[in-house]
């Protein structure tokens, strides 16, 4: 089972600010990563399927990247209904696993 | 547009039995693969079980394996999650959701309880 690994736990940063969430897998995931946004009381959102595509209706401050076993989750400058939880998973060979989370939160 | 409604969780005992339902809608439900995704609140995601269009092909996380069973039913556009053996390490809200590998719909969840 691939483990996938989030840092930070939590990320405080200020609205306009530039957000980089960080996701490492135990073995390499290809570019089979996607980031979900969870906010609470709230399913997840998908937000970034195969690493970088943006799924529909995703701002285009949303961008991921990366390869192998690290990637990042960017936000170019942060919008108020950005504060949420942000999870990654792999979807390399099953099970499909998800990382532990970052909380992003308001400064 | 895509609606996912889940019915069916409940409290129950330890070793009991709880059928998950999830009534589709806004899409050709015959064609996606369609998963079940657990979170035990307050914390993170765990994928439980995927099956694909026409019922041939399902896959489990192991701990689910010989208790849980995902099925459909194409023709009533319904997906479901058979429980058996229930433990109290089950207690989650569980999801239906559209996609096999990743999921862009997801239902609003239903919360299983498992205590004594």
């Known amino acids: 089972e691939i483990v996938l690994t989030q840092s930070p736990a939590t990320l405080s940063l200020s609205p306009g600010e530039r957000a980089t969430l960080s996701c490492r897998a135990s073995?390499?995931?290809?570019?089979?990563l996607i980031w979900y946004q969870q906010k609470p009381g709230q399913s997840p959102r998908l937000l970034i399927y195969?690493?970088?595509n943006r799924a529909t209706d995703i701002p285009a401050r949303f961008s991921g990247s990366g390869s192998g076993t690290d990637f990042t989750l960017t936000i170019s400058s942060l919008e108020p209904e950005d504060f949420a939880v942000y999870y990654c998973?792999?979807?390399?060979?099953?099970?499909?696993?998800f990382g532990q989370g970052t909380k992003l939160e308001i400064k | 547009e895509v609606q996912l409604v889940e019915s069916g969780g409940g409290l129950v005992q330890p070793g009991e039995s709880l059928r998950l339902s999830c009534a589709a809608s806004?899409?050709?439900?015959?064609?996606?693969?369609m998963s079940w995704v657990r979170q035990v609140p307050g914390k993170g995601l765990e994928w439980v079980a995927n099956?694909?269009?026409?019922?041939?092909?399902?896959n489990y996380v192991d701990s689910a394996k010989g208790r849980f069973s995902i099925s459909r039913d194409n023709a009533k556009n319904s997906l479901y999650l058979q429980m058996n053996s229930l433990r109290v390490e089950d207690t989650a809200v569980y999801y239906c959701?559209?996609?096999?590998?990743?999921?862009?719909?997801w239902g609003q969840g239903t919360l299983v309880t498992v205590s004594s």
């Open positions: 806004g899409f050709i439900f015959s064609s996606p693969w």
């Open positions: 195969d690493t970088s």
């Open positions: 998973q792999h979807r390399s060979n099953w099970p499909y696993t």
């Open positions: 073995q390499s995931v290809n570019n089979y």
């Open positions: 099956i694909n269009g026409d019922g041939s092909y399902k």
């Open positions: 959701t559209r996609g096999g590998s990743w999921p862009s719909d």
